[in-house]
């Protein structure tokens, strides 16, 4: 509703101006959809290759080829997740991003 957008807003962000009705023209909201999963999901596989590839092994040299030759290096001329288990040697997992959140 405008008054849970207005409250929200006035805690959070930009203060709302009566009459605007801002978010009725924020097309996110009505033609995003689903997209905004695609961040999350994206997330997912950036923490499981953090965890992995940098955090256990630092940021070198190493660890930048490893992710330049396995996964960047082929675009979309690849399969994701074939190029994700090439990259971390095992498939992909959601455990270091549940661990990230501490659930």
Do not use: C
């Not at 030759?69 to 399969?79: A, N, W």
């Not at 498939?91 to 990230?100: G, L, R, W, Y």
């Amino acid at each position: 509703t405008t008054q849970l957008f207005a409250k929200l807003v006035k805690e959070n962000g930009v203060p709302y101006i009566d009459g605007t009705h801002w978010h009725s023209r924020f097309g996110h909201l009505v033609t995003y959809g689903a997209g905004y999963y695609g961040y999350l999901y994206a997330q997912v596989f950036a923490t499981d290759i953090w965890n992995e590839i940098f955090r256990k092994r630092g940021m070198s040299r190493e660890s930048g080829d490893r992710l330049w030759l396995d996964l960047l290096i082929h675009g979309g001329s690849r399969e994701p997740n074939a190029m994700l288990a090439a990259l971390l040697k095992r498939q992909p997992s959601v455990d270091a991003f549940f661990d990230s959140l501490e659930v």
